[in-house]
């Protein structure tokens, strides 16, 4: 079981950074659009929060790849924080269908964005308001693949770091849908606010 969740973290890790990889490049070479947006046009607290995001990301993908491979260095030198609290094949193999589902729901997010696919919220070119494919089934399935693959990571890996972090991600994608759906609601009016009575927020 071991080898299966080590070889099971590295797949999804690199599928996850090579499909973001590819659909930005897609973008950026046949759109001419740049995706990646955070903090643009913001102050505050909803800046810093998408920077802390893009950061924290960076950390948590380092510290599965150090989990994976081994690595002895970990970015916080608190050794408890990164010993399992318990150890149960059942979250273990909960944690990665948690995670599939969530990659899943990414890769049919993305094909329902097209090239309206933002890292961030662009105010200067939003796109047109999108409400097919799972579009119809959730509004945020971008952050729904998010808080899924978080929480997979962590019933997979329970240490504190993980745990934390995964609970740390909810908060802050809560309140990064809460300053989307401001944002929508000024800029597409009454076609958001019909949508939004239509579909829930996460599920």
């Not at 579009?135 to 504190?160: E, H, M, Q, W």
């Not at 770091?161 to 849908?177: C, D, E, N, P, R």
């Not at 944002?183 to 019909?194: I, N, Q, R, T």
Request: proline share 3%.
């Amino acid at each position: 079981m071991e080898r299966t969740i080590i070889c099971f973290q590295a797949i999804m890790l690199s599928l996850l950074y090579l499909t973001l990889a590819t659909r930005s490049i897609m973008l950026y070479v046949k759109e001419g659009v740049n995706p990646f947006v955070l903090g643009k046009g913001k102050k505050g607290m909803a800046a810093v929060i998408e920077y802390l995001f893009f950061i924290g990301l960076l950390a948590w993908s380092y510290e599965i790849v150090a989990t994976v491979f081994g690595f002895r260095f970990h970015l916080i030198p608190i050794k408890i924080i990164y010993q399992p609290i318990g150890e149960s094949v059942a979250l273990e193999y909960a944690g990665m269908i948690i995670t599939l589902i969530g990659y899943v729901i990414f890769l049919l997010s993305l094909i329902a964005f097209g090239k309206s696919w933002r890292v961030g919220i662009d105010k200067d070119n939003p796109g047109k308001l999108i409400t097919n494919g799972i579009f119809s089934l959730t509004r945020n399935p971008i952050f729904v693949f998010l808080d899924l693959y978080f929480i997979g990571t962590a019933l997979i890996n329970p240490t504190i770091f993980f745990i934390g972090f995964a609970l740390s991600v909810l908060i802050g994608i809560h309140y990064q849908i809460l300053q989307e759906e401001r944002f929508l609601a000024d800029y597409y009016g009454v076609e958001y606010s019909e949508y939004r009575n239509r579909v829930r927020r996460y599920f």
